[in-house]
């Protein structure tokens, strides 16, 4: 196979939504679904991809991840590190040059937490956020499949930025049934608060 027409289908620039991907994909892999995700946000014409974000959580860098959150399950197939590899492959297959980065690992410990403390690798995904905002010249969108630990930190450290420059933000969280936690709430509840 090699790369893929990045022309996204013959959509002109202008009609296409410019967006940003925050997204729980691992390497290797935990859930498949992150991946299709991924594919589909390079492969629909109708989208303009600006930033892929790795919002992963500590326990899951484990060999097995012990309390990941309230009623999330013990997983015994790890480690997994951020996806990187499955983006640059879609990089490659789609010819583009989607710039990615990782977010903070821990939970935030309030709704406005910041992160500055977090190490420096994992304020990449913060600030590939706030940098892609404040270069565009219109509102965007953010979809956020996980924790969306960046997307809160991101706003916590420039809300004016987002009133601004978000136009929508697609946030993957809910339930099914009262008292219980859907999956991306539980990774991390201070930034589903946010």
């Known amino acids: 196979f090699g790369p893929l027409s990045g022309s996204g289908g013959g959509a002109s620039t202008r009609s296409r939504i410019p967006f940003i991907n925050v997204t729980d994909l691992y390497h ?27 919002d992963c959580s500590e326990p899951f860098r484990q060999p097995v991840a012990k309390n990941a959150g309230p009623g999330l399950f013990e997983d015994a197939q790890g480690p ?11 990089n490659y297959l789609f010819n583009r040059n989607v710039p990615c980065g990782a977010g903070p690992f821990a939970r935030m410990k309030t709704p406005d937490d910041t992160m500055r403390d977090a190490p420096g690798f994992q304020q990449q995904g913060v600030e590939l956020i706030l940098r892609t905002l404040r270069q565009s010249d219109v509102p965007m969108d953010i979809t956020s499949f996980g924790s969306a630990r960046p997307v ?43």
């Open 28 to 54: 290797p892999h935990q859930d498949v679904g992150d991946n299709v995700d991924l594919l589909t946000a390079y492969a629909l014409p109708e989208l303009e991809l600006k930033a892929v974000i790795l």
């Open 80 to 90: 997994r590190d951020p996806g990187f590899v499955p983006v640059l492959q879609l």
């Open 152 to 194: 809160a930190v991101a706003y916590n450290r420039d809300p004016a930025l987002f009133h601004a420059k978000l136009r929508r933000l697609h946030l993957s969280a809910g339930t099914s049934a009262p008292g219980f936690l859907e999956w991306n709430v539980a990774l991390d509840t201070n930034a589903v608060v946010a």
